[in-house]
């Protein structure tokens, strides 16, 4: 069983930025794929960026250059790094465990474990 937890969601104007944290239990944290993926209302959730083990990334084109994923195995942490935020990127953001030991997963039925998800609101 893997328990994530997310922090450092916010309200921020168009241009701000933020940090959001995931958290995981574990001592297994540095074998995982980890991602983010966000949901509107009235949306599906959709992915955000990905980390693999040995730290390469993905990201979704509507993100790329924006925002960067990271991660701190040493503390069982990920992060992502929102910049330049756009009233579009309001969402709940959510980190996820990749069921997967390879490759980038970016569809939310290919991930196991889930946070609870913080708010992002960006004003215009």
């Known amino acids: 069983q893997v328990q994530l937890v997310e922090s450092g969601g916010g309200l921020v104007q168009a241009g701000g930025s933020l940090r959001l944290s995931c958290t995981a239990s574990g001592r297994t944290f540095s074998s995982y794929i980890m991602g983010w993926f966000r949901q509107a209302p009235g949306k599906e959730r959709e992915f955000v960026a990905a980390?693999?083990?040995?730290?390469?990334?993905w990201y979704a084109d509507s993100v790329k250059g924006r925002f960067r994923i990271s991660r701190d195995n040493a503390n069982n942490t990920m992060y992502l790094q929102l910049n330049s935020l756009r009233p579009e990127d309001t969402a709940v953001y959510y980190c996820?465990?990749?069921?997967?030991?390879?490759?980038?997963?970016?569809?939310?039925?290919?991930?196991?474990?889930w946070g609870q998800g913080t708010q992002v609101i960006v004003s215009s």
């Open positions: 980390i693999g083990t040995n730290a390469h990334t």
């Open positions: 996820g465990k990749d069921k997967f030991k390879d490759g980038f997963s970016t569809r939310a039925y290919e991930y196991d474990y």
